[in-house]
């Protein structure tokens, strides 16, 4: 899946898009001739989160929407510079995209990712984004549909370099969950039929590190950072093939 050799005399952009594991693990990464970059739009979770992300960038969707849909921008209150992002957009050469999740939250055709296991985050964040009557609507993706988000994020990056990132297995009492599980085995035979990368995090994690890398499946500590970032790196290697 590695194959893509690339000119090293030049620096490579990578663009990484996804959620706070990747914000807290990019900026440590440190390949030579590799310039990474993680614009923090937002926490992107689901494929449709990326999707609106590259609808924004490329001008489909209104400025003024970032204000409610994107993290930074609601938390900031100032919209945000969609030039600055697109520069990001157009000179990456390869993006790592993150998709753990499923699920999304859509309002007006928009999507919203909040934390569905928390009603008073929900409300909180619906006042401040000025949904009034909290009519949002509690989508769970199916493989048709994961698909259909997977060719269109394909369109919007052309013949660039796509390497899709998963979740980690998570188990609640032994039992793995089912939705992350579905995600990663969705995921994985997707990609492998269009020829697009997939990694996996969670294989850097052991039955006797795992609790020094991750306290919830969800987020790394310090120390898994390191690892992660380390991961990362390897992976990037062998996409360029540098030894």
Known sequence: MFNMLINTNVSTNILFLGSCRLSNCFHKINVPGVIVRHPQITSSYSAKDIIQEFE???????????????????????????PTYKKMFDDADIFFIEISSLKSIEHNQYYYHLDVANPICINSVCKLRGIADYQYNFITDGRTQLEIDIDKI??????????????????????????????????????????????????????????LITPDYSHYTEYGIELVAEFYQRKIKEIMKIN
Not at 76 to 82: A, H, I, S
Not at 156 to 172: E, Q, S, Y
Not at 173 to 186: G, S
């Open 56 to 82: 924004w960038i490329n001008g489909i969707i209104p400025n003024s929407m970032t204000t409610s849909i994107f993290h930074t921008g609601l938390w900031q209150g100032v919209e945000l510079d969609r």
């Open 154 to 211: 394909i369109s919007f990056i052309g013949n660039r370099k796509l390497v899709i990132v998963t979740h980690m297995l998570a188990t609640i009492d032994n039992e793995v969950i089912p939705d992350r599980k579905r995600l990663i085995d969705d995921l994985t035979e997707i990609c492998n039929q269009r020829s697009v990368s997939i990694i996996y995090p969670g294989e850097i994690i052991t039955n006797e590190n795992k609790s």
